[in-house]
């Protein structure tokens, strides 16, 4: 069974910074695609970020040049460091991981975390 917890959020000031962490648990050998989503009230979910196991980045347009997606393959983590935050990136955070393969299977589903809130006070 494949897991993914979120840690890191909390309430900031406009202009501040947060990093985000993000550890895949189970018996894990490799992920594909990790990334970030978030979901601002009343607002359907939407990408932030994604790394896929190359190394190949994407980024929502409202976050290029203020936030940054990396990953620790050794240990299953993505964060998602969060400078120059501005109120309207209030939202709950969620971890995405697509492509796992395990010690005995592979899952092509996507699995979730059940996602951090980030605050951001103007």
């Known amino acids: 069974q494949v897991q993914l917890v979120e840690s890191g959020g909390g309430l900031v000031r406009a202009g501040e910074s947060l990093r985000l962490s993000c550890a895949a648990t189970?018996?894990?050998?490799?992920?594909?695609?990790m990334g970030w989503y978030r979901q601002a009230p009343g607002k359907e979910r939407e990408l932030v970020a994604t790394e896929s196991r190359g190394g190949s980045t994407n980024y929502a347009d409202s976050v290029k040049g203020r936030f940054t997606i990396s990953r620790e393959y050794t240990n299953n983590t993505v964060y998602l460091q969060m400078d120059s935050l501005k109120s309207e990136d209030t939202a709950v955070y969620y971890c995405?991981?697509?492509?796992?393969?395990?010690?005995?299977?592979?899952?092509?589903?996507?699995?979730w975390g059940k996602g951090t809130l980030v605050t951001v006070s103007s």
């Open positions: 189970g018996s894990i050998v490799k992920i594909n695609m």
């Open positions: 995405n991981s697509v492509g796992v393969w395990t010690t005995t299977d592979f899952y092509a589903m996507a699995y």
